[in-house]
């Protein structure tokens, strides 16, 4: 058996390779005593829109990473969609990016490495039982591997939960996505996240995106697509041909797509509070938590998640106390958790008779100057204000004064 850690995580994709380096940017004597197992060699293919938000951003500059070293597109604000009307916010001068998941997940796993952590790529786990004094790991080709603390970044597919015999999370859905070339202008899909809903209209709960982004050397191109099916059997073909009729309204693509959409499709789970996100010297972060239910989001959890998960981490080793009863109180407590509110507050509206109604309340469309719920949205998203003002007092009030113009003009 192999000597035993203090810490091994299981995943080496974003969440992974932040809590390793938040650990170790925090606890620099801790980094020959961590370890990251990672399934697949790096760099290796990710599908996902790639949106990461300047306050995450500026999380990863706090840990010493700089994006400078691979390509992304900027965006200076988000748009909601539905129908002929929309609601824009801009991200108060803190662009935002998209990025190429492949090149920024090899960025993060470098960093990791760069702090003295134990990287293993090619290293799949398969399993994984406690001990009296810690957690042991199994790996596909039968070694094993013990650790004080076990950090399951294993993502939205991953069985680490199974492993201990924890509830299976949220269902998964569907998500569809296309990549095409991008001529860069003046035009607001070059510069904004695009979240168009009008696929309620279809009876999908979800939305299609257009986002500004670069492909592998760097090239732009747009990453669209869509979401809002459980991931079951026929969702696809329901995905395409709603996405398809939602893009017949942006005519600035159209002539891009000669040969038509090609597909790659991914699942997401939403995350709850409810579920069990740390027991018994487990923790489990990243999109092993979930994402966003209003963007999809999911680097914003894996940079929170990480950050919590270290000082969960840290704290345990000072106290002997390793039940991870800490780690919900400090996710609740994180940057993601009151843009998950509000995106969960939003999905409950997604219909097509209520969202009109929906879109008033939340966005500044009567030019008056005031800011809505989008405003504040955006300004969290971009690292402006703290979270916490999505709950204040002052904007409980704009929201009544937004229903009562709105029902009584």
Same mark, same amino acid.
């Given at each position: 058996?192999?000597?035993? #850690?203090?810490?091994?995580?299981? *995943?080496?994709?974003?969440?992974?390779?932040?809590?390793?380096?938040?650990?170790?940017?925090?606890?620099?004597?801790?980094?020959?005593?961590? $370890?990251?197992?990672?399934?697949? *060699?790096?760099?290796?293919?990710?599908?996902?829109?790639?949106?990461?938000?300047? &306050?995450?951003?500026? &999380?990863?500059?706090? $840990?010493?990473?700089? +994006?400078?070293?691979?390509?992304?597109?900027?965006?200076?604000?988000?748009?909601?969609?539905?129908?002929?009307?929309?609601? =824009?916010?801009?991200? #108060?001068?803190?662009?935002?990016?998209?990025?190429?998941?492949?090149?920024?997940?090899?960025?993060?796993?470098?960093?990791?490495?760069?702090?003295?952590?134990?990287?293993?790529? *090619?290293?799949?786990?398969?399993?994984?039982?406690?001990?009296?004094?810690?957690?042991?790991?199994?790996?596909?080709?039968?070694?094993?591997?013990?650790?004080?603390? +076990?950090?399951?970044?294993?993502?939205?597919? *991953?069985? =680490?939960?199974?492993?201990?015999?924890?509830?299976?999370?949220?269902?998964?859905?569907? +998500?569809?996505?296309?990549?095409?070339?991008?001529?860069?202008?003046?035009?607001?899909?070059?510069?904004?996240?695009?979240?168009?809903?009008?696929?309620?209209?279809?009876?999908?709960?979800?939305?299609?995106?257009?986002?500004?982004?670069?492909?592998?050397?760097?090239?732009?191109?747009?990453?669209?697509?869509?979401?809002?099916?459980? #991931?079951?059997?026929?969702?696809?073909?329901?995905?395409?041909?709603?996405?398809?009729?939602?893009?017949?309204?942006?005519?600035?693509?159209?002539? $891009?797509?000669?040969?038509?959409?090609? #597909?790659?499709?991914?699942?997401?789970?939403?995350?709850?509070?409810?579920?069990?996100?740390?027991?018994?010297?487990?923790?489990?972060?990243?999109?092993?938590?979930?994402?966003?239910?209003?963007?999809?989001?999911?680097?914003?959890?894996?940079?929170?998640?990480?950050?919590?998960?270290?000082?969960?981490?840290?704290?345990?080793?000072?106290?002997?106390?390793?039940?991870?009863?800490?780690?919900?109180?400090?996710? $609740?407590?994180?940057?993601?958790?009151?843009?998950?509110?509000?995106?969960?507050?939003?999905?409950?509206?997604?219909?097509? &008779?209520?969202?009109?109604?929906?879109?008033?309340?939340?966005?500044?469309?009567?030019?008056?100057?005031?800011?809505?719920?989008?405003?504040?949205?955006?300004?969290?998203?971009?690292?402006?204000?703290?979270?916490?003002?999505?709950?204040?007092?002052?904007?409980?009030?704009?929201?009544?004064?937004?229903?009562?113009?709105?029902?009584?003009?």
């Amino acid at each position: 058996m192999n000597r035993k #850690y203090k810490v091994a995580i299981v *995943g080496g994709g974003p969440a992974g390779s932040l809590t390793a380096v938040s650990l170790c940017t925090a606890r620099p004597e801790l980094a020959g005593d961590v $370890l990251l197992l990672e399934a697949r *060699g790096m760099p290796r293919e990710k599908v996902c829109g790639g949106g990461l938000a300047r &306050r995450v951003a500026d &999380r990863l500059a706090s $840990l010493g990473i700089d +994006l400078e070293s691979i390509p992304y597109a900027r965006v200076n604000g988000m748009s909601l969609v539905f129908g002929g009307r929309e609601a =824009s916010s801009v991200f #108060y001068g803190r662009e935002s990016y998209v990025v190429r998941r492949s090149a920024f997940d090899a960025l993060l796993l470098e960093r990791a490495r760069e702090c003295g952590v134990e990287v293993r790529t *090619g290293a799949p786990v398969k399993g994984a039982y406690r001990e009296r004094d810690g957690i042991t790991l199994v790996g596909g080709d039968g070694s094993e591997y013990r650790a004080r603390v +076990l950090v399951a970044a294993d993502g939205v597919n *991953g069985k =680490s939960r199974t492993w201990f015999g924890l509830p299976a999370r949220h269902e998964r859905r569907l +998500l569809l996505q296309t990549d095409f070339k991008r001529v860069e202008s003046d035009h607001v899909l070059d510069s904004s996240l695009i979240m168009d809903y009008s696929a309620v209209k279809y009876g999908i709960s979800g939305y299609a995106w257009i986002f500004p982004s670069v492909d592998e050397e760097g090239e732009p191109v747009f990453n669209a697509g869509i979401t809002g099916l459980p #991931y079951s059997k026929g969702a696809s073909s329901t995905l395409k041909a709603v996405f398809e009729q939602v893009m017949q309204d942006y005519h600035h693509v159209h002539g $891009l797509t000669p040969g038509g959409f090609k #597909y790659k499709s991914y699942p997401e789970r939403v995350f709850s509070p409810l579920q069990v996100n740390a027991s018994g010297g487990v923790i489990f972060v990243g999109e092993q938590l979930g994402v966003d239910p209003m963007t999809g989001e999911g680097l914003g959890i894996c940079a929170d998640s990480a950050a919590c998960a270290a000082e969960e981490i840290i704290c345990a080793m000072d106290t002997g106390d390793y039940s991870g009863r800490g780690y919900n109180r400090r996710l $609740l407590r994180c940057g993601f958790f009151p843009l998950y509110t509000a995106g969960k507050i939003f999905t409950e509206f997604l219909t097509a &008779r209520r969202f009109p109604l929906l879109l008033s309340l939340i966005a500044n469309s009567n030019g008056d100057g005031r800011e809505f719920v989008l405003n504040h949205y955006c300004k969290i998203f971009a690292g402006v204000m703290e979270p916490a003002s999505l709950c204040s007092l002052q904007l409980l009030r704009e929201i009544f004064n937004g229903i009562r113009q709105t029902v009584y003009g």
